[in-house]
């Protein structure tokens, strides 16, 4: 447009002062070598004006050109970026439907003219990886990982494979250097959670619980138990470690007042110990426990406590008895101290009253040896038929 009225300009100032001068058109002489050109003024600028409108119409006519050209490459360009994105729904749904070499070969065949191959090659990869062959699962994460902004996905990709084929320590060594760049990605975190509860790493679990729950990747109650686990196995970590002195450490500065009165808690503590032979340690926290709390799996392990002296137990027992006479656990373990003692007829009571408040195998078993140590025969052979009755239904 500009150049258009730049012409009519041109050509109406020439007209302008052709007619002005009219009769008076002047004289010009252009000589180039041997040769010589003669015209008029008049004639000079309608030339010049000419060779303008010529040099602006070839310019329309290769720009049009051009433009046709980059069209018609586009076309075909658009019609294999279609064709790549058409194979590669396709190789998706093959990936769905389990087929994974229809799945790698639909994602593979045009990913140069996708235009995100990135896509493509992650496809490949699982497609590779469900397949089990690792060689062609690292060359297409590769790939993957020549392409723009990249980073993250492939890297995400390589842990959950990792993580699949049982390969923790390969995930987490993924997965810890994500961290460091996205501390607060979910995919990475919830990885994180499963590489270190299968691996027992309990210490860096125990870190990252108050992210977890924030994260919106467990609730309290999941929260709550990750941390017994934890918890639990650190201590049995440490104990193997460092032994009860350790273990005892650990459980009076590591953890809350609260933490300590937990009776799960507690009860791994007192495992730990038992193993040990630190049970007089044991006993104490047990006992202090159970002052405060009620919990019969405390109270279950009392009789397998290796104390010089077991009275301290039988008043503990007896005392929970007293305050909760229907407590046939306590029953149960007072019964267990009567038989290591050899007191045949009280352990017999004791066992007794405690399966007329609820049946239970062992204590079946037990009372059974019991009458046998009273040449009571028949009436074992009667309590050791109602303990398989009691297997079997």
């Known amino acids: 447009m500009i150049r258009s009225i730049f012409l009519f300009v041109v050509l109406g100032l020439g007209l302008f002062v052709g007619t002005q001068f009219s009769g008076q058109q002047g004289y010009v002489l252009i000589s180039i070598a041997n040769k010589t050109i003669e015209m008029s003024v008049t004639t000079l600028v309608v030339f010049v004006v000419a060779l303008l409108a010529a040099l602006f119409g070839l310019e329309y006519l290769i720009k049009k050109l051009l433009h046709a050209s980059s069209t018609t490459w586009n076309w075909f360009s658009v019609r294999k970026m279609r064709r790549a994105r ?6 998706i749904v093959k990936l769905l439907e389990g087929d994974w070499k229809g799945a790698e070969k639909k994602v593979t ?6 235009d995100m191959p990135l896509l493509c090659y992650l496809i490949a990869s699982e497609a590779a990886q469900e397949m089990g062959d690792n060689s062609k699962r690292e060359r297409y994460l590769e ?7 990249s980073e993250l996905a492939v890297q995400l990709t390589k842990a959950r494979q990792y993580n699949r084929n049982g390969q923790y320590e390969s995930a987490i060594s ?5 961290k460091e760049t996205y501390p607060n990605n979910t995919m990475v975190l919830s990885l994180l959670k499963t590489c270190y509860v299968k691996l027992g790493e309990w210490k860096p679990l125990l870190d990252m619980l108050h992210k977890l729950e924030k994260a919106g990747l467990v609730d309290a109650q999941e929260r709550e138990e990750l941390f017994l686990d934890g918890q639990c196995g650190l201590m049995e970590q440490l104990a193997q470690a460092k032994g009860s002195e350790g273990l005892l450490s650990h459980w009076n500065s590591a953890l809350s007042k609260k933490e300590r009165q937990n009776t799960r808690l507690v009860l791994c503590l007192s495992n730990q110990l038992m193993l040990r032979k630190a049970d007089s340690e044991a006993f104490i926290i047990i006992r202090e426990t159970l002052k405060k709390n009620k919990d019969d799996a405390l109270v279950a392990i009392l009789p397998e406590l290796n104390l010089p002296d077991l009275h301290p137990v039988t008043v503990l027992l007896e005392g929970i008895i007293k ?7 306590a029953y149960s373990a ?4 009567s038989v290591r003692a050899e007191k045949w007829s009280d352990a017999q009571a004791q066992f007794e009253k405690a399966l007329s408040i609820r049946a239970d195998v062992s204590d079946y078993a037990y009372l059974a040896d019991v009458l046998e140590k009273q040449d009571m025969t028949q009436a074992a052979n009667d309590v050791s038929r109602r303990a398989l009755t009691l297997v079997s239904t």
Do not use: C, F, I, M
């Open 109 to 114: 065949r045009w990913a140069n003219h996708h």
């Open 143 to 149: 790939l993957a990982h020549q392409q723009d902004n």
């Open 334 to 337: 007072l019964a267990q101290l």
């Open 323 to 329: 305050k909760e006479p229907e407590n046939a656990v």
């Open 174 to 178: 993924v997965l810890s250097e994500l």
């Open 86 to 91: 058409r194979y590669t729904n396709e190789g």
